[in-house]
Structure formats: C-alpha cells, structure tokens
C-alpha cells in the first residue's frame, strides 16, 4: 500500500540555522512526491514537488531530492527564517479514476527563533 | 480572489446534532475532494468528486454526505454528530487527467463537537 513516514516534531531552531526534514515512503509503482506547508490559520499549499527518480525540487530556498533507492524526500533548506515557522507535510501522490489522491505524513511543527 | 473558499470557517455545536459545510472552487477544475485533519495534524482524504461523480470514498462513517451539485461546489453534511467528528476540514481542487495534478486547498473549517 502507499503511507508516508515523517519525521516527528516539533522542530525548533534558531534564524539562520540548517533544516533537515526527513521524509520516505512506501509506494506501488512511481508516485509524485511533494512538500506542502501550513502557515498557521492557512490552508494548506504546495512548496515543492518531484514527480520521478532524481528529481530535484525547489521553491523559497527549500529544497528535496527524489531518492528512489532509499525511497526518500528529506527536506532541506540551508538558512531558515522566522517566516519559515509552519508546519511541513510530505505526501505522495497516485491517481485514481480521474482524482489525484494524496497520502500525507503525520506533519511537522517547525518554529524558528529569533 | 479567492481559489478555493470554504464557509463557516468555525463551527461550533451540540453532540447529535446535523451540520454542513460548504466548498466552492472557482478554478474551473473538475475534482474536488475533502480532507480531515485532527488534533494531531494528520490529514487524511475523506471523498473526492470528479464531475459530480463520487471517485474517492475512504472509510468514513456514513453519517458523512457528500454533495456536489457542480463541478464547482462540494459539501459535506455531517448527521447526528460525534465528539470524535471535532477536527478541521479542507476541501481541495485539481484538474483530472494524465499524470499529477496540483491539489488547492481552502483554509479550513474547523468544527467543534461539544
């Protein structure tokens, strides 16, 4: 079945610091895979994405590589801000009769200080 | 403008009694889908409709009803509440089609079961 493991929060860094998110995945065939970001009283919305093996996908300083052999999709960004404080989930993707379903990760609390 | 609006964004009731909310896209995708998401921040897909015909229908207590009476609105009508029912709810849009297509969320409703 397809279900996405990630990395249990809250995380709390300081501004500037490095962030590591980790994130994999157990899926039948070739998922797309994604991180979406949850600003607090927002919905949710895309980051970024990699839909196949290798790909590399990037937005706002965030970055996350589609490893197919170890069924990974860390999060990473080198400096992160106090704007960067939200909750991050990974998901994967499979569609289904016309519908693109997502399986989300349990979500990750990320609070940057000052 | 907004893409992807849900009403009410709170809600609060009784134990028992019958509630909706409402989703309304004006994306011109053709599926739409409602999420739930828990106290624990998980989400977890509910329904999807594409082209007013249900695709999606996870394992949801059939106290939950789904109505799309176009391609652009989505309901969820939820009979004789539970404790259990408190939780926000998304709803989402995509176009259908080959490969993935990016899912917009709403902001959220977020229900109380009192």
């Known amino acids: 079945g397809n279900s996405v493991t990630q990395m249990e929060g809250p995380v709390t860094l300081s501004e500037e610091a490095f962030l590591t998110i980790n994130c994999t995945y157990t899926a039948t065939g070739y998922p797309s895979l994604f991180w979406y970001v949850q600003y607090p009283g927002e919905g949710l919305q895309l980051l970024l994405k990699a839909t196949k093996a290798d790909d590399k996908g990037s937005n706002k300083g965030f970055e996350a590589t589609y490893r197919k052999e170890t069924t990974s999709f860390h999060l990473e960004k080198g400096s992160v801000q106090v704007s960067d404080s939200a909750v991050y989930f990974c998901?994967?993707?499979?569609?289904?009769?016309?519908?693109?379903?997502?399986?989300f990760g349990t979500g990750t609390r990320l609070t940057v200080i000052p | 403008d907004t893409a992807v609006s849900q009403t009410p964004k709170y809600l609060v009731t009784q134990m028992g009694n019958d509630k909706s909310i409402k989703c309304e896209q004006n994306?011109?995708?053709?599926?739409m889908y409602w999420y739930k998401q828990d106290s624990k921040k998980f989400l977890k897909i509910m329904f999807s409709y594409n082209n007013k015909e249900l695709i999606i229908n996870e394992t949801v207590p059939n106290r939950f009803s789904p109505k799309s009476p176009d391609k652009a609105h989505l309901n969820l009508h939820i009979n004789s509440l539970e404790l259990g029912d408190s939780a926000v709810y998304f709803c989402?849009?995509?176009?259908?089609?080959?490969?993935?297509?990016?899912?917009?969320f709403g902001e959220g409703s977020r229900l109380t079961v009192l």
């Open positions: 994306l011109g995708h053709d599926t």
């Open positions: 998901a994967l993707s499979y569609t289904q009769t016309g519908a693109n379903n997502l399986f």
């Open positions: 989402a849009s995509s176009h259908s089609g080959q490969g993935y297509r990016e899912l917009f």
